[in-house]
């Protein structure tokens, strides 16, 4: 089993930033893959990015490119994503999420997950 907790969330204004902590335990050998998604009321969890063993390796969904940043401390167990110029539409449930070895977009292939952390961005 694996245990995620994100940290992090929280108020900020439009155009402000924020970092989002997920910190891993448990069967850590079951968490090649970490990654972040989202979701709005009303919407579906929707894919921000993932990291597996080394940098290069991040992937995003394409609008969140330049913005959103993932990246992975290995001793640590905890993956980040700093979040920049933030937009009233960014206002959702952040969830970190973690897999052995799956790392693409569709959230229901993804095996672990946390409890979600808010992120509010006024205008």
């Known amino acids: 089993q694996v245990h995620l907790v994100e940290s992090g969330g929280g108020l900020v204004q439009a155009g402000g930033s924020l970092s989002l902590f997920c910190a891993a335990s448990?069967?850590?050998?079951?968490?090649?893959?970490m990654g972040w998604f989202r979701q709005a009321p009303g919407k579906e969890r929707e894919f921000i990015a993932s990291?597996?063993?080394?940098?290069?390796?991040?992937r995003y969904v394409d609008s969140k490119k330049g913005r959103f940043t993932i990246s992975r401390d290995h001793p640590k167990n905890t993956v980040v994503l700093q979040m920049n110029s933030l937009k009233p539409e960014d206002t959702a449930v952040y969830y970190c999420?973690?897999?052995?070895?799956?790392?693409?977009?569709?959230?229901?292939?993804?095996?672990?997950w946390g409890q979600g952390t808010q992120v509010t961005v006024s205008s």
């Open positions: 999420a973690a897999d052995g070895h799956f790392s693409g977009s569709d959230y229901s292939r993804w095996e672990y």
């Open positions: 448990g069967r850590i050998f079951s968490t090649n893959y």
């Open positions: 990291i597996g063993g080394t940098a290069d390796s991040a």
